[in-house]
C-alpha cells in the first residue's frame, strides 16, 4: 500500500537554528496536510496543500508541496522552544483514508 | 467546549480484561475514527465510521469492536488485552470521510496493559 516517509526521525537544535522535514511518497498524491502533536498532546492540523509546487507560509513556517505532487516539506526559520513537537504529513492512501507519515520529532534547546 | 473529547485519559489495566474507551464530538460531524499511536510514535488508524456506519476497518483484531451508537459518538471495545495493545488510542473526526478533510483529534487515552 502507499507509503509515507518522513526524514529525519529526530531532530535537536539551537534555539534560532531552522529545521526542515521532508515527506516523500511512493505514489503521486491529490494534496498533502501536516500535522504538529506536541509532547503529550494530540495531533493539530496545520495546513493542507493540494497544487503542484504550492508553497504556503505560516509566520516562520513554510509549506512546500513538490511539483510531481510526490513529496513536501516543511521549513521553520529561527527555532523557538514552543516549535517542541512531532510534525506528521499526512497524505490518500488506499480507500481514500489519511494515511499518516512517519513523523520528524523536533527538539529544541536553549 | 472541547470539539472532541475522549474518556479515560489513562486506562492500566491487566493483561486478559476487557475495556473500553468512549468518545464524543460536537463539532457535528459525519465521520469519526479511531487511531493508535505506539512507543514510535507512528500513528495508524484502526476504523472509520460515517454517520455510524464502518466505512474502513483496517486489519485489526478481532478483540477490538467499535461501536457507534449516534454520529456524535464513537465508542471502542477491546476483549482479552494484550500487553501489544499499550498505546496511545485517539479518536477524531472530520466533516467528510475523505483525505481532503481536515481531522480533529481528541486528547488520546493511554492504555497501559500489566
Known amino acids: 500500500g502507499q507509503q509515507v516517509m518522513q526524514i529525519p526521525q529526530y531532530q535537536h537544535v539551537q534555539e534560532g537554528e531552522d529545521f526542515t522535514t521532508y515527506c516523500n511518497s511512493s505514489t503521486t498524491l491529490s494534496n498533502i496536510q501536516w500535522y504538529k502533536q506536541r509532547p503529550g498532546g494530540h495531533p493539530v492540523f496545520l495546513i493542507q496543500l493540494v497544487k503542484s509546487g504550492e508553497v504556503k507560509k505560516q509566520k516562520r513556517l513554510t509549506f512546500q508541496f513538490g511539483e510531481a505532487k510526490k513529496n513536501s516539506s516543511l521549513h521553520i526559520t529561527a527555532t523557538q522552544t514552543t516549535d517542541v513537537g512531532t510534525y506528521f504529513c499526512?497524505?490518500?492512501?488506499?480507500?481514500?483514508?489519511?494515511?499518516f507519515g512517519t513523523g520528524t520529532r523536533l527538539q529544541v534547546t536553549l | 467546549d472541547t470539539a472532541v473529547s475522549q474518556t479515560p485519559k489513562y486506562l492500566v489495566t491487566q493483561m486478559g480484561n476487557d475495556k473500553s474507551i468512549k468518545c464524543e464530538q460536537n463539532?457535528?460531524?459525519?465521520?469519526m475514527y479511531w487511531y493508535k499511536q505506539d512507543s514510535k510514535k507512528f500513528l495508524k488508524i484502526m476504523f472509520s465510521?460515517?454517520?455510524?456506519?464502518?466505512?474502513i476497518n483496517e486489519t485489526v483484531p478481532n478483540r477490538f469492536s467499535p461501536k457507534s451508537p449516534d454520529k456524535a459518538h464513537l465508542n471502542l471495545h477491546i476483549n482479552s488485552l494484550e500487553l501489544g495493545d499499550s498505546a496511545v488510542y485517539f479518536c477524531a473526526s472530520s466533516q467528510g470521510g475523505t483525505a481532503r478533510d481536515t481531522q480533529y483529534f481528541g486528547p488520546g487515552t493511554r492504555l497501559t496493559v500489566l
Open positions: 463539532l457535528g460531524h459525519d465521520t
Open positions: 465510521y460515517n454517520n455510524k456506519e464502518l466505512i
Open positions: 499526512a497524505g490518500p492512501g488506499t480507500a481514500s483514508k489519511l494515511t
